[in-house]
T-cell receptor, first 113, second 113 residues
Framework: EAQVTQNPRYLITVTGKKLTVTCSQN?????MSWYRQDPGLGLRQIYY???????DKGDVPEGYKVSRKEKRNFPLILESPSPNQTSLYFC????????????FGSGTRLTVV | AQSVSQHNHHVILSEAASLELGCNYS??????LFWYVQYPGQHLQLLLK??????LVKGIKGFEAEFIKSKFSFNLRKPSVQWSDTAEYFC???????????FGKGNQVVVIP
């Protein structure tokens, strides 16, 4: 089944403790992206990657890092999480040509206390 | 960069009523346009998309959207809603040939049986 898999689905952590949210897709998509969803703000793009070893900042990159060493994986790293990073995170992928739209993962609900 | 505006963030209506959600975008060039739906507790799913074709686009579950270039609008419609249409709806836009999707803040739609 074609899908984007995120792990974990739920995570509660403490301020300052480094964490990684994994994202993997099995559709051989070139493009991958991370979004955060907050009530009343919709989805905002954190980082995106056009292909392996090619990443760039989205609209709200502060406090996040990403890497794209393999085509299928695009982990999101929070080096020192803070409470304002409590949010619902979605990973998405698409073919290089956007015509098909994104395929989204099931989301990761992160709480930083 | 492109941006998207959605109005009437909270909509409550009865089953069999008609639904129309407004979406306006700002971008000077050619665009691809999308509507996504997020059912409670789930990830985003593509409802329909527009790119360089008939301005009236038909999607899944009886939804359709009309692209009016002169108004920079891509409004979503459904003639007769069902309780199962209770969800949040997001409009999104990407410049033609570019994968960077910008989302609106969403419309929370509640359908009362």
């Amino acid at each position: 089944e074609a899908q984007v898999t995120q792990n974990p689905r739920y995570l509660i952590t403490v301020t300052g403790k480094k964490l990684t949210v994994t994202c993997s897709q099995n559709m051989n998509h070139e493009y991958m992206s991370w979004y955060r969803q907050d009530p009343g703000l919709g989805l905002r793009q954190i980082y995106y990657s056009m292909n392996v070893e090619v990443t760039d900042k989205g609209d709200v990159p502060e406090g996040y890092k990403v890497s794209r060493k393999e085509k299928r994986n695009f982990p999101l790293i929070l080096e020192s999480p803070s409470p304002n990073q409590t949010s619902l995170y979605f990973c998405a992928s698409s073919p290089q040509r956007q015509y098909y739209g994104y395929t989204f993962g099931s989301g990761t609900r992160l709480t930083v206390v | 960069a492109q941006s998207v505006s959605q109005h009437n963030h909270h909509v409550i209506l009865s089953e069999a009523a008609s639904l129309e959600l407004g979406c306006n975008y700002s971008y000077g060039g050619t665009v691809n346009l999308f509507w996504y739906v997020q059912y409670p507790g789930q990830h985003l799913q593509l409802l329909l998309k527009y790119f360089s074709e008939d301005p009236l686009v038909k999607g899944i579950k009886g939804f359709e959207a009309e692209f009016i270039k002169s108004k920079f609008s891509f409004n979503l419609r459904k003639p007769s809603v069902q309780w199962s249409d209770t969800a949040e709806y997001f409009c999104a836009v990407a410049p033609y040939g570019n994968n960077r999707l910008a989302f609106g803040k969403g419309n929370q739609v509640v359908v009362i049986p």
